[in-house]
T-cell receptor, first 112, second 111 residues
Framework: DSGVTQTPKHLITATGQRVTLRCSPR?????VYWYQQSLDQGLQFLIQ???????AKGNILERFSAQQFPDLHSELNLSSLELGDSALYFC???????????FGPGTRLTVL | GQQLNQSPQSMFIQEGEDVSMNCTSSSIFNTWLWYKQDPGEGPVLLIALYKAGELTSNGRLTAQFGITRKDSFLNISASIPSDVGIYFCAGLISGTYKYIFGTGTRLKVLA
């Protein structure tokens, strides 16, 4: 158990809908990262927050947004969902901005 | 954009054999991380490397940070069936806060 929690574990929705994925980092970690992993693919970095501020951005679509709250938990919002958005979404946390990352169990999103 | 080439993509080995995999890039990295991922689970950190030339072990696993800072290697000795999974490298690009991940090495161990 990495100490990173993600909810929900599974999410099934329809095209055009909007969903919110939630992540709680390990106790004491200030950085949160979001990744997308499509079937049998590698991890695509989406975005990083450090202590509430956006720190780095990867290949995140404009339909996706994220934020980190004062209690350090983070939410990833996915809107106008398309079939291709079906994937595993992972959250990771680290103590600093460039230290080793610990991953949560992921949220499996299925868009029908 | 930056890319991390990980090889081999997949490998079948016999139980008890040693395994080697590597990641290479044209970019320079400040940190290398190696992860193992089981199907449907989150990646689990195996080894972290912070200095060029560093060699670090974790049980039967040994990883090295290449001296050019553009590559890293992971070796697994005396493989066992539970080593099955996907191994990812991740590198922290020098001068950024951004990690990029390799495409993964899928390992299958034949008993």
């Amino acid at each position: 158990d990495s100490g990173v929690t993600q909810t929900p574990k599974h999410l099934i929705t329809a095209t055009g809908q909007r969903v919110t994925l939630r992540c709680s980092p390990r106790s004491g970690d200030l950085s949160v990262y979001w990744y997308q992993q499509s079937l049998d693919q590698g991890l695509q970095f989406l975005i990083q927050y450090y202590n509430g501020e956006e720190r780095a951005k990867g290949n995140i679509l404009e339909r996706f947004s994220a934020q980190q709250f004062p209690d350090l938990h983070s939410e990833l919002n996915l809107s106008s969902l398309e079939l291709g958005d079906s994937a595993l979404y992972f959250c990771a946390s680290s103590a600093g901005t460039s230290s080793e990352q610990f991953f949560g169990p992921g949220t499996r999103l299925t868009v029908l | 954009g930056q890319q991390l080439n990980q090889s081999p993509q997949s490998m079948f080995i016999q139980e008890g054999e040693d395994v080697s995999m590597n990641c290479t890039s044209s970019s320079i990295f400040n940190t290398w991380l190696w992860y193992k991922q089981d199907p449907g689970e989150g990646p689990v950190l195996l080894i972290a490397l912070y200095k060029a030339g560093e060699l670090t072990s974790n049980g039967r696993l040994t990883a090295q940070f290449g001296i050019t800072r553009k590559d890293s290697f992971l070796n697994i000795s005396a493989s066992i069936p539970s080593d099955v999974g996907i191994y990812f490298c991740a590198g922290l690009i020098s001068g950024t806060y951004k990690y990029i991940f390799g495409t993964g090495t899928r390992l299958k161990v034949l008993a």
